[in-house]
């Protein structure tokens, strides 16, 4: 193949792709296709994303002046709940995972499909009953007991729509479940001739990683849920503490999903700039395998840190040191990949394309947040700032800091795969930047004014943390159109944009062998792996000549 071929100079094959295959909405609604359900699920993420943020704006507008006005205390509560219930469940547990991960998993293992397409298409439809749910606990009247649906209130105060909102994530966790076990059993059962475990990318090793947290922590979440439900319907005494139940045990229970489900966020995340990183650099990931046991070490550590959240809640003094050396603990791994990452930058060949300033950007917003997880690690500092706005400021550098940036560089890496088409290259780029910047501005005054004393979840605080909530509610407008941007020129691009060739980036990977966008079926023949991933040798080559020899049908040589 060309090198004209592979920087996407060429047209494609005139042979029908994934996008043709039907193009009722009826063939839609009951495709089996990984890709098609990846697109669903990318609809239906964007607009669960646009209706958290439009919760969110209303939130930062009431905090521009230190005596609200715009809301009551009850909207204003019910506002900042739904956009924790949405952004949490319905946007950044599935965002990665179930977008990129259910488009590319298969066509980076060279399978056809998922192990179980007919159980994908049913998560798609969970998700969706899950999320109706939820929104008709808005339009319902909203419901007030923050993301985290806190016993005793949610079972025994709260006279707002909690069944409902909680039927909702209690759904949507089963669509979890079932996608975790359908990446665990495609990844162990599809896996092309040649690619052992130690070639398989990074990407579908974090997807991994990311499926066994789903399968084994989200049943703890979904009968923490019922539990609530069961409390507040049928009047059972599990936390009322009057009949011998324990408000403690809620949290508990539901840190101990909620912490590996960060992992369900950012390990993803992670696999994505493991592989931008390589390919915009032009070298091999510095440390493969060291970066694959940092993944599982992540996802296995997750389970046993769940307590560092309660060091305010009366838990044993001693369990409150283990959960703060654990918490520690797990900050190596982390690092661990940080470092990598640094390291494969190093003599690269680095060009800055949209994908690799959202990259680094990752980088760069996911250290800021792990330091910052550090000072809640420790019991001291946790105790003073419990509760505070710097709290919320960690929590958003590595949720939406992280995993969005992580999962923007994404999209556009993949975009070309995905459509067939090219965007913008500037439009993507400014946004890029913009969105770094943005978040920067609206996030990091949070640190200082948390550290301070301004407490989360009040619409109304003492005058003195006004220039703080300005300089955030200013960056949150121009966070606001770095995400607009792009649903612009990535929409423009699908009718205006140039052809993109199969490899218009040069990268390695079996994704890049097949056509853009992909057949039903991914490849016009088995594809057959001889050698591990990221083999780019900058040395001595431009960024032009990194990508290794690749048949259209799919093989790599």
Known sequence: ??????????????????????????????????????ILYAVTITIFFFLGGA?????????????????????????FSFHGIVMVWFFLVPSIPNTLGNFLLPLMIGAPDVAFPRLNLTSWYLTIAGGAFTVYALLAGGVDTGWTFYTPYSTMFS??????????????????????????????????PGMTWFRLPLFVWAIYATSIVMVLATPVLAISLMLVMAERWLGLPIFDPAHGGDPILFQHLFWFYSHPAVYIMVLPAMGVVSEIIPCFARRRIFG??????????????GFFVWGHHMFVSGQSPYASLIFSFLSFIIAVPSAIKVFNWTASLYRGQITFEAPMLYALGFVGLFTTGGLSGLFLASIPVDIHVTDTYFVVA????????????????????????????????????????????????TFFPQFVAGYLGMP?????????????????????AVLAAAYLLPLGYLAYSLFYGARAGNNPWNATGLEWTTSSPPP??????????DRG?????????????????????GEVR
Do not use: C
Request: glycine share 8%.
């Open 456 to 476: 989360r979840r009040y619409h109304t605080y003492p005058p003195e943390f006004q220039v703080y909530n300005v300089m955030s509610s200013a960056g949150a």
């Open 159 to 192: 006279n707002s729509h909690v069944f409902a909102a909680a039927a909702g994530v209690f759904i949507a966790g089963f669509a979890s479940i079932a996608t975790g076990v359908n990446f665990i059993a495609t990844t162990h059962m599809l896996r092309a």
């Open 533 to 553: 991933p990221y083999d780019y040798h900058a040395e001595g080559q431009s960024a032009g000549t990194g990508a290794p020899e690749l048949q259209n049908a």
């Open 520 to 529: 039903p079926k991914n490849f016009d023949r088995q594809p057959r792996v």
């Open 55 to 79: 919760a969110i704006t209303a939130v930062r507008l009431e905090l521009f002046v230190p005596d609200g006005g715009l809301f009551t205390s009850d909207t204003y509560n019910k506002l």
């Open 288 to 301: 493969y395998d060291f970066m694959v046991y940092a993944m599982i070490a992540i996802a296995g550590i």
């Open 394 to 441: 960690h929590f958003h550098y590595i949720m939406v800091g992280g995993s969005v940036s992580a999962f923007f560089g994404g999209l556009h890496f993949w975009w070309p795969k995905i459509t067939g088409k090219l965007y913008s290259e500037w439009w993507a780029k400014f946004a890029a930047l913009l969105m770094y910047f943005g978040f920067n501005f």
């Open 1 to 38: 193949m060309t090198d004209a071929l592979l920087a996407g100079d060429l047209p494609l094959p005139s042979r029908p792709d994934y996008l043709q295959h039907g193009t009722s909405v009826i063939s839609w609604l009951t495709t089996t296709d990984h890709k098609r359900i990846a």
